[in-house]
């Protein structure tokens, strides 16, 4: 196996070799060096690899469902509330089982690059394969532009949804600074991402990350239960048209999240073990968001229309306050998420792909960031964005692509009879698989993109209308309510949040 330094004197094994060979030699490598290594080198190597150098099917796994759920999961209460509790429950569960498939042909698609550029003898060493390169080496540049111009907006607005959550969330533990001001203050701390090199150094990060998410999907679960129903609850949902495919497709942005699948995947020691990898984190994050979505729903119902943040309706507790620092933090991660194949795509344009220097390519990476920071101010709308990003960028990137892709890399009997990776019997093997993808390509096209698409634009350019660009403090309460002391644990469980106590009083007026 072949080293490569990425900068600052630190080494990473990347992996090469034919698609049954690809694996790292770790063990046998430590064991040449034990003799001529001190302890504290040692201890240092033990460490680097514990904390910084991930890639197997586990860091894979942690990756996966860790990008999925970050601030969907305080939005999803709010599609819940546009599309009703039973459509709720039932797009999550057609989401979930779309995007596993899709994210399987996607790595399908890798594997199947992958091995014919190796067998043409290229060398992976330094270069981390994107998802546009397998495009171009299996269909064309046409193909490849497409899948390039879709990605990489998609994964720019990805960052952007990062950065408005941020802002909306920490609003929720001091208003003293409006979400424009908290805005500029999370996007220079989102640059530091520029300093992590690949998907490789995120194993840390993804299983924290992981853990955080768990953690307030169970606070809202619990806290909504706890807190009961507030008077006068209405769950009127879908009551139109425009709101409740608005809310399907901040669900399909939700399993979205694999367009970073081939760069995760290109992490691995031994890529062959994602197949299944996505769908297991899928079944887990549906362990978290179908019951915080409907405990919040049922506890706060059409007022979580016009409270897109699921913490906007809980009462300010200590409990509250660290489940929006958690969510603050994993927002920074799926921040890099997100922005890391960006840069790796900014590298290869200006030429700094290969470089040696992280410290180089940090700097490098900084201009990738700017418009990312310049569009979260611009369009602060936390929850009515993902619609729309997820109608216009996700059902192309991480479903009709995909299935387009497939379906024409393994049209003749030839590609079929050699390719690397056969399609699952159970599912009926080439019938089952071009029968699944032209049902999701019509399923996405008509009811994401189409009705989707119209849904989320006509939802987006009423936030415009109402809120207007550049808006200094989107869906914040008015200021002028009294701020009133912290209640106990115990108690704040069952009082009134803000929101709906001005809710209460509207509906008593003479």
């Known amino acids: 196996m072949g080293e490569i330094n990425i900068g600052?004197?630190?080494?990473?094994?990347?992996?090469?070799?034919?698609?049954?060979?690809?694996?790292?030699?770790?063990?046998?490598?430590?064991?040449?060096?034990?003799?001529?290594?001190?302890?504290?080198?040692?201890?240092?190597?033990k460490l680097y690899k514990v904390f910084w150098h991930g890639g197997s099917?586990?860091?894979?796994?942690?990756?996966?469902?860790?990008?999925?759920?970050?601030?969907?999961?305080?939005?999803?209460?709010?599609?819940?509330?546009?599309?009703?509790?039973?459509?709720?429950i039932l797009f999550q569960l057609l989401y979930g089982v779309l995007g596993s498939w899709t994210a399987y042909l996607i790595s399908v698609l890798y594997l199947e690059y992958r091995t014919r550029k190796e067998r043409e003898k290229l060398d992976f060493r330094n270069h981390v394969i994107q998802?546009?390169?397998?495009?171009?080496?299996?269909?064309?540049?046409?193909?490849?532009?497409?899948?390039?111009?879709?990605?990489?907006?998609?994964?720019?607005?990805?960052?952007?949804?990062?950065?408005?959550?941020?802002?909306?969330?920490?609003?929720?533990?001091?208003?003293?600074?409006?979400k424009r001001t908290w805005t500029y203050i999370f996007g220079a701390c989102c640059a530091t991402t520029v300093f992590i090199p690949s998907f490789h150094n995120y194993r840390m990060w993804s299983f924290l990350g992981l853990i955080m998410t768990t953690f307030t999907a169970w606070y809202l679960t619990i806290a909504s239960l706890l807190h009961g129903q507030v008077e006068g609850v209405k769950h009127s949902g879908p009551t139109r048209l425009v709101l409740y495919f608005?809310?399907?497709?901040?669900?399909?942005?939700?399993?979205?999240?694999?367009?970073?699948?081939?760069?995760?995947?290109?992490?691995?020691?031994?890529?062959?073990?994602?197949?299944?990898?996505?769908?297991?984190?899928?079944?887990?994050?549906?362990?978290?968001?179908?019951?915080?979505?409907?405990?919040?729903?049922?506890?706060?119902?059409?007022?979580?229309?016009?409270?897109?943040?699921?913490?906007?309706?809980?009462?300010?507790?200590?409990?509250?306050?660290?489940?929006?620092?958690l969510m603050l933090i994993h927002q920074f991660i799926t921040f890099g998420f997100a922005c890391t194949p960006l840069y790796f795509v900014w590298e290869k344009a200006i030429g700094?792909?290969?470089?040696?220097?992280?410290?180089?390519?940090?700097?490098?990476?900084?201009?990738?960031?700017?418009?990312?920071?310049?569009l979260a101010i611009v369009f602060p709308f936390f929850g009515p964005?993902?619609?729309?990003v997820g109608s216009l960028l996700v059902s192309f990137t991480v479903y009709i692509i995909p299935a387009?892709?497939?379906?024409?890399?393994?049209?003749?009997?030839?590609?079929?009879?050699?390719?690397?990776?056969?399609?699952?019997?159970?599912?009926?093997?080439?019938?089952?698989?071009?029968?699944?993808?032209?049902?999701?390509?019509?399923?996405?096209f008509v009811v994401g993109f189409g009705f989707g698409g119209w849904a989320s634009m006509t939802n987006?350019?009423?936030?415009?209308?109402?809120?207007?660009?550049?808006?200094?403090?989107?869906?914040?309460?008015?200021?002028?309510?009294?701020?009133?002391?912290?209640?106990?644990?115990?108690t704040a469980a069952f009082a009134p949040s803000p929101a709906a106590l001005n809710h209460s009083l509207r509906h008593h007026q003479p």
């Open 8 to 45: 600052c004197g630190e080494k990473e094994v990347q992996l090469v070799g034919n698609y049954v060979e690809m694996n790292m030699e770790l063990g046998a490598e430590e064991g040449k060096n034990t003799t001529s290594t001190t302890v504290a080198m040692k201890m240092k190597s």
């Open 57 to 88: 099917a586990y860091d894979a796994w942690f990756s996966c469902a860790s990008n999925q759920v970050a601030q969907v999961l305080l939005t999803l209460p709010y599609s819940f509330s546009q599309l009703g509790m039973t459509s709720g």
């Open 131 to 178: 998802w546009f390169e397998v495009l171009d080496g299996l269909l064309g540049k046409h193909w490849r532009n497409v899948g390039l111009a879709f990605n990489c907006t998609f994964l720019l607005f990805g960052s952007v949804i990062q950065l408005i959550a941020c802002a909306s969330n920490i609003y929720y533990i001091n208003d003293n600074l409006d």
């Open 246 to 325: 608005t809310g399907a497709t901040n669900i399909l942005y939700t399993f979205g999240g694999h367009a970073v699948t081939v760069e995760i995947m290109h992490a691995m020691w031994k890529p062959q073990k994602f197949k299944a990898i996505y769908l297991f984190a899928t079944l887990y994050v549906l362990t978290l968001t179908l019951p915080s979505a409907a405990a919040v729903y049922w506890a706060f119902g059409d007022l979580l229309l016009d409270h897109a943040n699921a913490f906007a309706l809980l009462p300010k507790t200590p409990l509250r306050d660290i489940a929006v620092i």
């Open 352 to 374: 700094m792909h290969h470089c040696k220097s992280l410290c180089k390519r940090a700097a490098a990476r900084l201009p990738v960031v700017i418009p990312i920071w310049f």
């Open 385 to 388: 964005i993902n619609s729309t």
């Open 404 to 444: 387009l892709a497939y379906m024409i890399t393994f049209k003749s009997a030839a590609a079929r009879e050699n390719a690397v990776e056969q399609p699952p019997k159970y599912l009926g093997r080439w019938t089952g698989a071009y029968t699944i993808n032209i049902f999701v390509v019509v399923w996405v």
């Open 460 to 490: 987006f350019i009423h936030q415009i209308d109402t809120f207007g660009f550049f808006t200094k403090c989107y869906q914040c309460p008015p200021q002028h309510i009294p701020s009133t002391p912290p209640p106990s644990l115990l």
